[in-house]
């Protein structure tokens, strides 16, 4: 197997060329001190049990998820070294660090075990929540706890008849003394339950009016495994899910039976709370995807610049990167993790930046899409690479094509990204500051092809995927020029060509 290498350069390359110099939160010697001090974490702690959690997995025994071996002492060592809480306020125990940092880590996390990092990968999104929304109360009692791995973090949203559409959310919450009283099923609860820390703080979803009244009936609740006293709040796991792939971390059916919660914000304002978290969520699912595409294409680097097969034109023995074939496939995966890279960055250095929200809320979709469908793809393109060897266990990339294939449906899946784009933000002022943004970037020519699907834009359900695949290709081509000069770049370059015909295609089959 090849081991993992966290990919250091090229994720402060991409960050600096992406505009991060620009912010005045940017120090580089400290991103590049914690770029590498955290990989050389991740390359010797947390990778080495990437393979044997996903073939031990978590296990339900006796109403409780017992976690792979090793899990619990990487984690304690992830927090004894102030990981858990790199962005949170530093009167809170945090590193008061901006999400650059966070991007460098979660990334490289995500690259050497992603089961693991979705153990602690909701703090710092738990953490806003309560900075945005939560009492000065609750941000003393939780946050520190947090920010120091003592309590970790889910988010319950999703129940059995209510996936998407959180308008159909049933589990209830009711007043109770001085606080509320939750009742109700949660399902695909990610690290509902395990024994790696008896402290959990669930972000739970619940109605609060009437059942008819939609998402506008819905508020969040901070409801906390342990109790004041220190019995267990009546929150319990019912079952973990068999799944694909991530086998090291505990998905969960989870019943709330009149557990103790307290109120986050305002009554009915449930779902612009999640939302913050949701948002935060998804440019990790962005990373997970580019983490998963450096790494197939890494594995399949090495292999076929090592295996001999066939001879090339001097009659003398070549290898398979050697190949036309495998060649083009080596390259759209590497092209894959940079563009996918320098997307997610665009989207963060403008989060930081602070300055075009709706520039945001239009790149954060677009990141999320991108980059789950390409580490599938990049996955998928490694296997084949291998050949027969790819379908194996061995050389691992097997696991990084299962583990990939969910990046695709949490946090929102490809389809909803695509019509959320196309039906809600390309004719608002979302759409606008995107155009805005890239116009003195961008050939004129290629964003009036961009211009002209979205004005063809008639029929959003019918014409979203068409109208993602014109965006991404306009993004594709505004950002190639940032790695001129970069190892990547005629990779990047030979996949800009190959997909020359995607925007004029696309934005002719939106006009129809």
Same mark, same amino acid.
């Given at each position: 197997?090849?081991?993992?290498?966290?990919?250091?350069?090229?994720?402060?390359?991409?960050?600096?060329?992406?505009?991060?110099?620009?912010?005045?939160?940017?120090?580089?010697?400290?991103?590049?001190?914690?770029?590498?001090?955290?990989?050389?974490?991740?390359?010797?702690?947390?990778?080495?049990?990437?393979?044997?959690?996903?073939?031990?997995?978590?296990?339900?025994?006796?109403?409780?998820?017992?976690?792979?071996?090793?899990?619990?002492?990487?984690?304690?060592?992830?927090?004894?070294?102030?990981?858990?809480?790199?962005?949170?306020?530093?009167?809170?125990?945090?590193?008061?660090?901006?999400?650059?940092?966070?991007?460098?880590?979660?990334?490289?996390?995500?690259?050497?075990?992603?089961?693991?990092?979705?153990?602690?990968?909701?703090?710092?999104?738990?953490?806003?929540?309560?900075?945005?929304?939560?009492?000065?109360?609750?941000?003393?009692?939780?946050?520190?706890?947090?920010?120091?791995?003592?309590?970790?973090?889910?988010?319950?949203?999703?129940?059995?008849?209510?996936?998407?559409?959180?308008?159909?959310?049933?589990?209830?919450?009711?007043?109770?003394?001085?606080?509320?009283?939750?009742?109700?099923?949660?399902?695909?609860?990610?690290?509902?339950?395990?024994?790696?820390?008896?402290?959990?703080?669930?972000?739970?979803?619940?109605?609060? &009016? +009437?059942?008819?009244?939609? $998402?506008?009936? /819905?508020?969040?609740? @901070?409801?906390?495994?342990?109790?004041?006293? *220190? !019995? #267990?709040?009546?929150?319990?796991?019912?079952?973990?899910?068999?799944?694909?792939?991530?086998?090291?971390?505990?998905?969960?059916?989870?019943?709330?039976?009149?557990?103790?919660?307290?109120?986050?914000?305002?009554?009915?304002?449930?779902?612009?709370?999640?939302?913050?978290?949701?948002?935060?969520?998804?440019?990790?699912?962005?990373?997970?995807?580019?983490?998963?595409?450096?790494?197939?294409?890494?594995?399949?680097?090495?292999?076929?610049?090592?295996?001999?097969?066939?001879?090339?034109?001097?009659?003398?023995?070549?290898?398979?990167?050697?190949?036309?074939?495998?060649?083009?496939?080596?390259?759209?995966?590497?092209?894959?993790?940079?563009?996918?890279?320098?997307?997610?960055?665009?989207?963060?250095?403008?989060?930081?930046? &602070? +300055?075009?929200?709706?520039? $945001?809320?239009? /790149?954060?979709?677009? @990141?999320?899409?991108?980059?789950?469908?390409? *580490? !599938? #793809?990049?996955?998928?393109?490694?296997?084949?690479?291998?050949?027969?060897?790819?379908?194996?266990?061995?050389?691992?990339?097997?696991?990084?094509?299962?583990?990939?294939?969910?990046?695709?449906?949490?946090?929102?899946?490809?389809?909803?990204?695509?019509?959320?784009?196309?039906?809600?933000?390309?004719?608002?002022?979302?759409?606008?500051?995107?155009?805005?943004?890239?116009?003195?970037?961008?050939?004129?020519?290629?964003?009036?092809?961009?211009?002209?699907?979205?004005?063809?834009?008639?029929?959003?359900?019918?014409?979203?995927?068409?109208?993602?695949?014109?965006?991404?290709?306009?993004?594709?081509?505004?950002?190639?020029?940032?790695?001129?000069?970069?190892?990547?770049?005629?990779?990047?370059?030979?996949?800009?060509?190959?997909? +020359?015909?995607?925007?004029?295609?696309?934005?002719?089959?939106?006009?129809?």
């Amino acid at each position: 197997m090849t081991p993992f290498k966290a990919p250091v350069d090229d994720i402060l390359f991409t960050l600096r060329a992406c505009g991060a110099e620009g912010l005045d939160s940017w120090d580089d010697d400290l991103m590049t001190q914690i770029a590498e001090a955290f990989a050389s974490f991740a390359e010797a702690e947390l990778a080495p049990l990437d393979e044997p959690s996903d073939k031990q997995g978590a296990r339900f025994e006796n109403g409780r998820v017992r976690m792979p071996d090793g899990v619990r002492a990487a984690i304690d060592a992830y927090a004894e070294q102030g990981w858990c809480g790199l962005t949170a306020p530093e009167e809170f125990g945090g590193q008061g660090l901006d999400g650059l940092a966070l991007t460098i880590t979660s990334e490289i996390f995500s690259g050497a075990n992603h089961a693991m990092q979705m153990v602690t990968g909701l703090l710092p999104g738990a953490i806003r929540v309560l900075q945005n929304f939560g009492s000065d109360a609750q941000q003393a009692a939780l946050i520190p706890e947090l920010a120091g791995g003592e309590r970790l973090s889910t988010m319950a949203l999703t129940e059995p008849g209510a996936g998407s559409d959180l308008g159909r959310i049933r589990t209830r919450a009711t007043p109770s003394g001085d606080g509320w009283s939750i009742t109700g099923e949660k399902i695909f609860i990610s690290n509902g339950d395990q024994d790696i820390r008896n402290k959990i703080l669930h972000l739970v979803l619940a109605r609060t &009016g +009437a059942a008819d009244s939609g $998402v506008k009936g /819905l508020s969040l609740f @901070a409801c906390l495994s342990d109790r004041a006293d *220190g !019995s #267990r709040n009546p929150v319990k796991v019912t079952r973990i899910e068999e799944k694909m792939g991530l086998h090291g971390s505990p998905t969960c059916q989870m019943a709330f039976d009149g557990a103790e919660a307290q109120l986050i914000g305002e009554e009915g304002a449930g779902l612009k709370g999640m939302f913050s978290m949701m948002n935060h969520a998804r440019i990790g699912v962005a990373l997970q995807g580019v983490a998963h595409a450096t790494r197939a294409h890494a594995i399949a680097a090495a292999y076929t610049a090592e295996r001999q097969q066939g001879r090339g034109a001097d009659g003398k023995p070549v290898t398979l990167d050697q190949h036309p074939n495998l060649a083009h496939m080596l390259a759209e995966a590497r092209a894959i993790s940079l563009l996918g890279r320098a997307i997610t960055h665009t989207a963060v250095i403008e989060l930081e930046r &602070g +300055a075009n929200p709706a520039l $945001v809320d239009f /790149l954060t979709p677009v @990141a999320k899409h991108f980059c789950s469908k390409g *580490g !599938s #793809r990049a996955a998928d393109l490694g296997m084949q690479c291998l050949g027969g060897y790819g379908y194996l266990n061995e050389y691992r990339v097997e696991q990084t094509w299962r583990d990939a294939r969910i990046t695709r449906i949490y946090e929102g899946a490809t389809a909803i990204h695509a019509l959320t784009i196309a039906g809600r933000m390309a004719q608002s002022p979302a759409g606008d500051a995107f155009a805005n943004f890239w116009a003195a970037r961008v050939d004129p020519a290629d964003l009036a092809i961009w211009q002209e699907g979205r004005a063809a834009l008639t029929n959003p359900p019918e014409q979203a995927e068409d109208f993602m695949a014109l965006t991404e290709w306009l993004l594709c081509r505004a950002l190639a020029p940032l790695f001129d000069g970069h190892a990547g770049a005629p990779a990047v370059a030979r996949y800009i060509d190959r997909q +020359a015909y995607l925007g004029p295609l696309s934005r002719d089959r939106l006009a129809g």
